[in-house]
């Protein structure tokens, strides 16, 4: 896990915590989306574990950025659907 990597046992206190952050303020969506979801989180995990093997700091963080955006965008979507579904 990234977030192991420095050894500090900060970077995986916030890992921790935004994960229970997440988990808690998930929506309620059918499996069959958050399964395509976590499928797209997946691959662009690989992305990004990828560019910091080859060592290229600017494909690492644009990647994540792409990450962090797709998973932002896709969250306030399921969330807007999970409304709609109530």
């Known amino acids: 896990m990234l977030a192991e990597i ?3 046992p900060i970077f995986m ?8 952050w997440l988990i808690a303020a998930r ?3 059918p ?4 399964h ?3 499928n797209v989180s997946y691959q662009q995990h690989i992305v990004i ?12 963080d644009r990647a994540l950025q792409t990450h962090l955006n797709s998973v932002s965008a896709t969250w306030h979507a399921l969330g807007k659907k999970s409304q709609k579904m109530r």
């Open 49 to 60: 574990v990828d560019a910091i093997r080859q060592r290229d700091p600017d494909k690492a």
């Open 36 to 38: 395509e979801h976590n």
């Open 27 to 29: 929506p309620s969506v």
């Open 6 to 8: 420095p050894g500090n």
């Open 13 to 20: 206190a916030i890992h921790v915590a935004l994960l229970d």
């Open 31 to 34: 499996d069959r989306e958050l």
